[in-house]
């Protein structure tokens, strides 16, 4: 799972770097599919893998600014590096025992919904994998190629 997680993070970086050749006014222009936008896309990215993690599995209290106070690439760039900070941790110390722990989650309803952790970080993990999918096809309507989604070559699995 590790792998993963760290393949992920690669793959957002380098849409982070992407973003660096694309103009403000394309990062945040109205796009059809999923959130909508580039930019609120990777914020999103970010503040659910912090707020499952750290929130829910780590049960810390946190805080997730909302997207219009870190709306610029520098911010979102800011903003990952500190919930990176919080929660790598805990996903390299990762071992077979949480697997089946459990946790409570609050739905947006008021209802309490039980997960397993082994599930809720898969789920962290194919929820950024379905978003940067929708970044790649934007990539493609601005004419620009997108970051691979490849796993091999990325070097993970070298040792």
Request: aromatic share 12%.
């Amino acid at each position: 799972m590790l792998k993963l997680f760290e393949y992920n993070w690669q793959v957002r970086q380098d849409w982070f770097d992407w973003c660096e050749t694309v103009s403000e006014e394309e990062l945040l222009k109205r796009r059809t599919g999923g959130i909508g936008y580039i930019l609120p896309t990777l914020y999103h990215i970010v503040a659910v893998e912090y707020g499952w993690i750290c929130g829910g599995l780590q049960e810390k209290a946190i805080v997730i600014p909302p997207f219009e106070e870190v709306a610029s690439l520098q911010q979102i760039k800011d903003f990952s590096a500190f919930c990176h900070a919080g929660l790598a941790p805990f996903v390299y110390d990762w071992n077979d025992s949480l697997e089946d722990r459990i946790m409570i989650d609050i739905t947006d309803t008021g209802e309490e919904e039980a997960h397993k952790y082994g599930e809720v970080m898969r789920h962290v993990i194919a929820h950024e994998i379905h978003h940067v999918g929708q970044l790649s096809i934007w990539s493609r309507e601005l004419g620009k190629k997108p970051v691979s989604a490849n796993l091999i070559g990325r070097g993970l699995y070298d040792s």
